[in-house]
């Protein structure tokens, strides 16, 4: 099986992005920074830019509805959008949510918001508004959706253009993920539902499916906060995988070779890959495979990563050929 | 009928909104001016504040799903946001969208990023970026919802707070709505469309249902920016109609009084009132009834508000009954 099988056509979205593309480049005036399909959007004011991004968590807010468990949704959230605006060395200032739905009781709202908050705390940024939009007939009952806004701030000088640092000969070190992220949950729910039952337990998982699917996006935030000035790059490993997001950081002259033996995939990714029937490459262009973020350094640096314990899991290599999972 | 019966409890979201907000006032640290419940959450950063806020069309999307007309809901949304800054002061900086589909075709969300874009422009503020998800068999095919973030700032001098300029013997100015604007589209399909087809020319409208259902939220920026000094206080006129926008920024010793002879309801809200039964007072409370947004000024500075023709009508009086619409 296929993304594209499972409903999300990968193409068709990024062919829709680029008729987009067009229309929103023209908004962009002396204070934007912004080239169209980076992470997030950055806005110059004084001797800041503001760096912003918007996200929300896709179906994996559908395992919630279907388990009843409501209060780690917001860290999903949060932390995906940090991880988001950190890729340009920004830190987060503050958050806004939109929950939208038709029949949702308050304790459900309640939940959410209140693991936003906690999330929107730990990763020291305010909750500082949103909108709770009851929509009539428009979302089925029990079901939401959930979006977030971040507004982060980096100074001119530290702000990150790894396009401008990255050199030949730099390597890539990889950061564990806690499980799928917020990513590829429509493939992963369309194969894995078709054996299990969310409540089932799955000895390869040691939990059971929706303990498994409901596992917190990772902030990156803490680990790499204090050791950007000597990062040259971040790959927030997202939708598109490791494909999409590695190559929208490179310089044009430079390939990203990542070495899928450096580390071993978390047990629900070959699981996925052998109940769907999903072949290899197509698996690391929709998931994280265990790896959330990836951080490219000049080799020299490498002991000043050693207290976070990353995988070195490839190389920046000479030439346009983008990004090879070998 | 009522709000409610069409689905929409305002008393029943105020409550949620109630225990929302304990959790996310918990967040509020050091640079955070907000109080929960304003129209847009305010943070400080050097001199400034910046203002944001987040929105969504509600159910005037299934309007524009209806008819295929999706270049002009991008700037109900853009227009909705900026209004919602503009009552603290506040003019835009930057503004990103989400759009949530399951299926729907490339075209629709490219009119509606265009509308978007070209309502940004117009507002002087930049498109910065977004985010455009697919959820498999989430959406009815053929819907989308539409969230909208806008940022803004204010000079920390210049930042308005009602509470602390109105006084008694101060007037209520009203500018004209150009229809529901993004509100009350819950209630206002239920009654209408019970009798009525969207393609019905209907006379009193002068035009068809779909043109007046569909005509855009206006900005008042334009009009309120160059006399934003003389402005004591702003309340847009959006979901809570003229109760719940105008109490938010009434003094604790102030009331409002709103006197409804002082200008014509827009035809269409007769219409919804007359055809739905719904109760007089109900109307005021969930529909702007053709006053889009009510500006709170010094008698003495009537004339500097004379070029945008606004309406009187109202005024603010001693006590702490709220809002009166007599």
């Not at 399909?37 to 996200?55: A, M, P, R, T, V």
């Not at 860290?75 to 940090?82: G, I, T």
């Not at 909108?131 to 701030?153: M, S, W």
Request: proline share 3%.
């Amino acid at each position: 099986m296929l993304y594209k099988d499972a409903g999300v056509d990968i193409d068709s979205l990024n062919l829709v992005r680029k008729g987009i593309g067009k229309h929103v480049t023209k908004t962009f005036g002396r204070r934007t920074r912004s080239e169209y399909g980076l992470f997030g959007g950055i806005y110059s004011i004084d001797s800041d830019f503001l760096i912003s991004s918007c996200d929300s968590v896709g179906t994996k807010i559908l395992i919630a509805c279907a388990t009843g468990i409501h209060n780690t949704i917001g860290a999903d959230l949060v932390n995906h959008c940090v991880n988001d605006i950190l890729t340009t060395g920004a830190l987060p200032l503050f958050f806004m949510d939109y929950i939208g739905f038709s029949k949702v009781d308050r304790k459900t709202l309640v939940n959410v918001v209140s693991g936003l908050a906690k999330a929107c705390t730990r990763e020291r940024m305010v909750l500082v508004g949103g909108e709770t939009a009851q929509l009539t007939r428009f979302y089925p009952d029990g079901v939401y959706d959930l979006v977030g806004f971040v507004v982060g701030k980096v100074r001119k000088k530290d702000y990150l253009i790894p396009m401008k640092r990255i050199k030949v000969g730099d390597i890539i070190l990889g950061l564990k993920s806690s499980g799928l992220h917020t990513n590829g949950y429509s493939l992963a729910r369309r194969v894995l539902l078709r054996k299990y039952r969310l409540s089932s337990y799955i000895r390869e998982l040691k939990c059971t499916l929706a303990q498994e699917l409901l596992k917190v996006h990772r902030s990156y935030r803490k680990e790499i906060e204090p050791r950007l000035r000597h990062v040259k790059g971040l790959a927030h490993i997202t939708g598109g995988g490791f494909y999409d997001n590695l190559r929208r950081i490179l310089p044009p002259d430079c390939s990203a070779v990542i070495r899928k033996k450096t580390w071993q995939p978390l047990p629900i990714f070959r699981l996925i890959q052998n109940l769907g029937k999903v072949p290899e490459e197509e698996m690391y262009r929709v998931f994280n495979m265990g790896i959330g973020m990836c951080v490219i350094i000049d080799r020299n640096k490498l002991r000043n990563f050693k207290p976070i314990r990353p995988k070195i899991i490839g190389e920046i290599v000479k030439g346009n050929l983008g990004v090879k999972v070998d």
